[in-house]
């Protein structure tokens, strides 16, 4: 009797080496910055190769084992809000990799049947199902070169799924810094109370809540990218854009069709940055999924950035639009409280003063300042309320957002500052609310 062709094809575990291990997608998670406020540590992206621009990592030294995975993953509950179907997902990784086969198949059985277009619990299953009866080719091994279309097809499917494995098992294996904060959220104004950091490379976006002055970081959820990648700069060119963007609206599910899921937040791309760049298209969101699907593959959109609908639900019920902030970078640069707030204090000691002159005086756009040459600022009274600037960075670029002190409606005004060796260039100022 002839055995179908999927099952010639699918990836079984080899029970002692998992390949999420033995593909070393991370180092042990108890990472810690360098004196840049960088992990010491390699990507997770470098197994996974999303980054499809830019030079990948070196490789790393050590592979995580299944004893640490299996701790980190008994542990869920201290990390921020994470999806819970994520948790169970990776919980039973954590078993297979211990040799616990039944406990994972249960797990496994019950993750699909309580959510069934879950492609990735489906790869599991069967995995693990598999691995119970004796398969030995491998945890989410590569099978043979394919001989028809229809097999490269389901080859390829197998390998993207991989990808979104090691996504998720990579933010757990080597996650941020207990208490570290994105060099990109310079500071934030009192009444920006969350940011968003989205890591391209890691397939991550964060969500940060501003405590006392200080983002915190409140949750953690794995997202789909441009199938191309990020960088976008050109209509359909299939990529994510990259560089500092802010949530313009909120719109829930009745409002939208069924390929954006249960909601969307809507992002100003381009922005005046862009334009000036020459990047061209529109409509770049956050937004959920199908209803056949529970989460897509680390490269599967055009251009959007695409969470599971029970993330996305959670991340516009804790996100208002307006002055909320979304940096999309390509790796985060985390720093720990001490090394944050000094580049806090110098990038602001730097810039304030020709802020609040620009906006005072409306100076032209193609006026270049360098900063530390700056005169004082007019003895005149200064729009800008000096306590309350948002101010984010990516490299090459600074924006700032402030709200008039002498408004009584509180309109948000923001400024687009470009590096021009030395020099930072105001190349737009104006109100967007």
């Not at 208002?320 to 720990?336: E, F, H, K, N, Y």
């Not at 003895?379 to 700032?400: C, F, H, M, R, S």
Request: net charge positive.
């Amino acid at each position: 009797m002839r055995r179908p062709p999927l099952r010639k094809l699918l990836p079984w575990m080899l029970l002692c080496v998992p390949l999420v291990f033995a593909a070393r997608a991370a180092t042990d998670y108890n990472a810690v910055p360098n004196r840049f406020g960088v992990l010491q540590q390699d990507r997770a992206a470098h197994a996974l190769n999303l980054a499809t621009d830019g030079n990948p990592a070196s490789a790393p030294s050590a592979a995580v084992s299944a004893r640490t995975l299996l701790k980190l993953t008994t542990t869920l509950g201290s990390h921020p809000s994470q999806d819970g179907a994520e948790r169970r997902l990776l919980h039973a990784y954590a078993e297979v990799a211990a040799g616990h086969l039944d406990a994972a198949r249960a797990q496994a059985e019950q993750l699909v049947r309580d959510h069934p277009h879950f492609a990735l619990a489906q790869l599991l299953l069967g995995d693990v199902l598999q691995a119970s009866r004796g398969g030995t080719a491998g945890f989410a091994a590569a099978p043979a070169p394919p001989l028809a279309q229809e097999l490269a097809l389901q080859n390829a499917r197998i390998l993207e799924l991989r990808a979104e494995a090691l996504a998720r098992l990579g933010a757990y294996t080597a996650p941020p810094p207990a208490g570290a904060i994105p060099a990109n959220l310079v500071a934030l104004a009192p009444d920006v109370q969350r940011a968003i950091v989205v890591d391209t490379a890691r397939s991550r976006l964060y969500l940060f809540h501003q405590r006392n002055g200080i983002p915190q970081l409140e949750a953690s959820y794995y997202f789909s990218q441009g199938k191309l990648g990020a960088g976008k700069t050109q209509l359909g060119d299939m990529k994510t854009p990259l560089g500092i963007y802010f949530i313009t609206r909120k719109i829930g599910a009745r409002n939208l069709k069924p390929l954006y899921g249960a909601g969307a937040l809507t992002l100003n791309y381009p922005n005046e940055w862009d334009k000036q760049q020459g990047h061209t298209g529109f409509g770049v969101w956050l937004h959920g999924t199908p209803p056949d699907s529970y989460a897509r593959v680390p490269l599967a959109s055009d251009g959007c950035v695409v969470l599971s609908n029970p993330d996305v639900r959670s991340l516009m019920a804790d996100t208002p639009a307006g002055s909320t902030p979304v940096v999309i970078t390509r790796q985060v640069q985390w720093l720990d409280a001490t090394q944050w707030t000094a580049q806090r204090q110098r990038v602001t000691a730097q810039l304030q003063a020709d802020i609040t002159r620009s906006a005072t005086m409306g100076r032209r756009t193609q006026d270049a300042l360098t900063t530390a040459a700056a005169s004082p600022s007019p003895a005149k009274t200064t729009p800008v309320n000096p306590g309350a600037l948002t101010i984010l960075q990516y490299p090459g670029q600074i924006v700032v957002q402030y709200s008039a002190a002498d408004s009584p409606d509180n309109t948000l005004y923001r400024q687009y500052w470009a590096q021009r060796s030395a020099q930072w260039q105001l190349i737009f100022q104006g109100s967007v609310s």
